[in-house]
């Protein structure tokens, strides 16, 4: 399961509609103001970036703060180019490829692990551990991650 807030649209849906929504997320980040912020802050694009591209946001709007909290400016970002604007203008310290690579191997070892369908898992990474744990901890349900309101929601969809 993967969750985002997407904040607003770019432009109001309308129903029905095949199109996707053109959902925009708003970030905020400090301005940068020295070299070692700036390496700050394009970590911080990683996880604007994972977040955004897969759930399919395709635009983010960051605004940049001063250090009381005041908005100094904003800055609008097509999701699908962050990678290239770090590699182009940034010190490369991610590459898109080798981040969504990552996790689709990762995800390839839980679903090998996983064998069994249904109920509750926990995966835990502890500290100083070099090891990652994977256990069941409810046979069944949704361990009050996602509301009855919302299982109701989707059961009347598959209808």
């Known amino acids: ?6 904040r607003f649209w770019d432009t109001k849906p309308s129903p029905p509609s095949s199109n996707p929504i053109n959902w925009v997320e708003l970030k905020t980040a ?57 590699k182009r203008r940034g010190k490369g310290t991610w590459d898109g490829n080798v981040c969504i690579n990552f996790a689709a191997g990762w995800l390839d070892w839980l679903n090998s692990t996983i064998r069994e369908e249904g109920g509750v898992w926990r995966i835990r990474k502890r500290c100083k551990v070099p090891v990652i744990e994977v256990f069941k901890v409810e046979e069944t349900g949704y361990g ?14 598959m209808k």
Request: with cysteine; hydrophobic share 45%; charged share 25%.
């Open 1 to 6: 399961m993967i969750a985002s807030r997407a």
């Open 30 to 86: 400090a301005t940068p103001l020295a070299d070692r912020d700036s390496v700050k802050y394009e970590r911080k694009l990683l996880k604007f970036w994972i977040q955004s591209f897969l759930l399919g946001v395709p635009k983010i709007i960051v605004g940049f703060r001063s250090e009381e909290g005041i908005l100094q400016a904003l800055e609008e970002l097509e999701t699908a180019k962050i990678p290239s604007l770090v």
């Open 144 to 157: 009050d991650i996602v509301s009855n309101e919302f299982i109701n929601w989707r059961c009347e969809m």
